[in-house]
């Protein structure tokens, strides 16, 4: 970022936005090398005097810098952190904007940058290198993105491009920061990008990966606070590169709903969604077709194997469907699970519909129970729903009780594009029936409750909290086709670890999945209502039920307290009308937001304004941790490590905070101020959120105004 600081007083200035900003990163067996590529715009009439500041890595080498003025080439000159941290005071003491703050404890690159030209850019070129940590495997890597308090609009376009090349085997590639794309080349190749569009980035970019010549790796993160109970991540992936006799041989029966509320658009993009997965099935697996509507039709009586011949047939049988009649779910599921089940296989059911049931069995309860009364425990079963005019808590049940995963396609959504994309990622199963050992360490509270099965190119991350500390054995076991296989590493569960401060908020959301789902299954309670609302404000979760934690301020509202109450408790009704839905538009957003919330993988963004005028059920059309964005869009709330912070009466206020605390007030910029700085060097980054904030730290909570 470029820092003025000395603007001109006697003109109107603008501060600098940026043009773009693209990061490339070569990571060759643990170094790293980052080239950054930024255009910063001056949208003043006057030319500018500025300082580029880059906070790096510590022990990283910059290696090359380009920026020219006149064709001379800009000297610059690395900073220890010493240095850069009082650098960082002295600017914060005259521009009065603490944001700096955020770096203190690091070191920086610097260089003075002149003439910025008036209604022109600058461009600036940066390239360093660095030896990424390796811990039993773990490696990580860090790039600062974070430019949100430095550019004056959002920024039009943010790439990072990450690739990675290793002697070992790769097993996981992770972000908790961002949502990122990866893909794996070979065992050794992968890459990683992240690309955005109009955005302000308020958090750096944070990647893990993993090496093991194991055929499946396991690593584990934590993250615990003293005297408090620990949290952890592990992170399960197999090998990329999978002989074909590694792959487990499946039966899969596809069924699909043809009744007349599939005419049109829907039924072609379903029929070519099941070209796709029939022409997708591995030489070894067997298959059939199931189809219903008044009628139950079926493609073979017996499942067939994938051979050219029968997948030529399965082709034909596909292009006669034709979408007509009423909607007769029971007979279809009761004809698929009546199929004689091979024990040692896999059987997944993938079951897509778009309505209700109007033939046969009507009582969604009693298809339930007939399904469990039938159904193999070998059986996964995948639905989705078309529309919203399905029954999503059917739907939601159907999958969840049979190893599977509910999924929905809305009216604006491409049928195809959604089935194919999930086939292709369970097309390859290679451990089956999965279940996790701890020994030496008692773990509890484990997300995901029944583990799924592991697919190639996939990973899965579980959740958890521990107890105690030490060396413990992990230990995933499973079945490839009818031979057990377990897969063990030993690792370190500390007394203290308080680096991965994402971690609890991460395994917050997945418990708030899993408490919504039990909610829509077994019906509304006190206790669950007040345990989502717990861990919502503890952690800056906002479900439907904590909607309200994110409307601007009632006080400065002036909004009476008895109103205040009544718009609260109408919050509450409302989440529990859209949770409670089992049809519509709102049931769908429902289900989506709950699935999202049980595979959370990366820590929720900073969530904009939503204000008492928006409509009961706009939360969930949204997603709830997402929500809407109203008016201006301000946003209210802000996660700094593990802290929440919540904009209330002018303050970004810590959500640990209780009105009834004692505080220590602290004037903003004076000298205790920045001897408090001194003092706890770990409080900078909470009091880089502005010249107005309430942090409770170490037992005491300080109030900067």
């Avoid at 990061?23 to 300082?51: M, P, S």
């Avoid at 030489?283 to 073979?300: A, M, R, Y």
């Avoid at 949204?622 to 709330?637: Q, R």
Wanted: charged share 30%; aromatic share 10%; net charge negative.
């Amino acid at each position: 970022f470029i820092i003025i600081p000395e603007p001109p007083q006697k003109r109107t200035f603008v501060p600098l936005s940026i043009k773009y900003h693209h990061v490339t990163v070569d990571i060759d067996n643990q170094i790293a090398t980052t080239k950054v590529d930024q255009v910063f715009l001056n949208e003043n009439n006057h030319d500018l005097e500025g300082i580029y500041i880059f906070p790096i890595p510590e022990d990283a080498s910059i290696s090359d810098f380009a920026m020219f003025v006149d064709g001379k080439r800009i000297s610059a000159e690395v900073l220890d952190r010493k240095k850069a941290s009082d650098i960082y005071e002295d600017i914060v003491r005259k521009m009065k904007d603490p944001a700096l703050l955020e770096y203190m404890g690091r070191d920086a690159f610097r260089a003075r940058v002149y003439p910025i030209p008036a209604r022109g850019e600058k461009r600036i070129q940066l390239e360093y290198s660095e030896v990424l940590k390796y811990d039993s495997g773990l490696c990580k890597y860090i790039y600062p993105l974070n430019t949100e308090k430095f550019s004056a609009k959002p920024i039009p376009s943010v790439a990072v491009t990450v690739d990675i090349k290793t002697k070992e085997a790769i097993k996981t590639i992770y972000s908790p920061s961002h949502d990122v794309d990866i893909k794996k080349k070979d065992d050794h190749k992968a890459t990683l990008s992240y690309e955005a569009s109009n955005v302000k980035p308020d958090r750096d970019l944070t990647m893990y990966y993993t090496v093991s010549e194991d055929d499946v790796g396991l690593n584990l993160l934590t993250y615990r606070e003293k005297d408090e109970d620990g949290f952890f991540i592990l992170m399960v992936a197999p090998k990329y590169e999978i002989s074909e006799r590694d792959i487990i041989e499946k039966d899969i029966l596809f069924i699909l709903d043809k009744s007349g509320s599939m005419q049109g658009e829907k039924i072609e993009q379903a029929k070519d969604a099941l070209k796709f997965c029939v022409n997708s099935l591995n030489k070894d697996d067997n298959f059939s077709i199931i189809t219903f509507s008044t009628d139950v039709d079926e493609f073979n009586e017996s499942l067939l194997s994938a051979n050219q011949e029968n997948l030529q047939k399965a082709s034909r049988f596909i292009d006669k469907i034709d979408a007509k009649g009423g909607t007769n779910i029971d007979d279809a599921l009761q004809k698929a699970l009546s199929k004689d089940v091979d024990e040692d296989r896999p059987r997944v059911i993938v079951f897509l519909t778009d309505g209700l049931p109007t033939v046969g069995e009507k009582d969604v309860d009693k298809i339930l129970k007939n399904v469990k009364d039938t159904r193999n425990k070998a059986i996964r079963m995948f639905t989705f729903g078309v529309g919203y005019d399905v029954n999503t808590h059917f739907l939601d049940n159907l999958s969840q009780k049979n190893g599977g995963t509910p999924q929905y396609v809305e009216p604006s959504e491409d049928i195809e594009m959604a089935v194919s994309l999930f086939y292709s990622k369970i097309s390859e199963p290679v451990l089956s029936d999965l279940e996790l050992r701890v020994d030496e360490i008692k773990v509890k509270e484990i997300y995901p409750r029944t583990m799924p099965d592991l697919f190639r190119g996939t990973q899965l991350l579980v959740m958890g909290r521990y107890e105690g500390n030490g060396r413990g054995d992990i230990e995933i076991s499973g079945q490839i086709g009818d031979e057990s296989k377990s897969y063990d590493n030993r690792a370190e569960f500390p007394r203290l670890a308080l680096e991965n401060s994402f971690i609890p908020r991460l395994w917050a959301q997945r418990k708030i999945g899993y408490l919504l789902e039990e909610i829509r299954s077994q019906g509304e309670n006190d206790e669950l209502k007040d345990e989502i609302i717990r861990l919502s404000k503890e952690y800056g979760i906002i479900t439907p039920y904590t909607s309200f934690l994110v409307m601007p301020d009632e006080e400065e509202q002036e909004v009476p307290v008895a109103l205040r109450y009544e718009m609260r408790r109408n919050a509450l009704e409302s989440a529990s009308a859209g949770i409670k839905a089992k049809r519509g538009r709102n049931a769908v957003a429902a289900s989506k937001t709950m699935r999202r919330l049980k595979e959370a993988k990366a820590a929720p963004q900073s969530s904009p304004v939503v204000t008492s005028s928006a409509k009961p059920d706009s939360s969930w059309k949204y997603g709830a941790a997402d929500s809407a964005k109203y008016n201006s869009g301000e946003v209210l709330i802000k996660y700094v490590g593990k802290k929440t912070f919540f904009f209330k009466s002018g303050f970004w206020t810590d959500s640990i905070y209780e009105t009834e605390m004692e505080t220590i007030d602290i004037s903003y910029g004076s000298d205790e101020y920045f001897e408090l700085l001194t003092g706890e060097a770990e409080i900078a980054k909470y009091l880089a959120l502005g010249q107005k904030v309430i942090v409770c730290y170490k037992e005491k909570c300080y109030r900067i105004e």
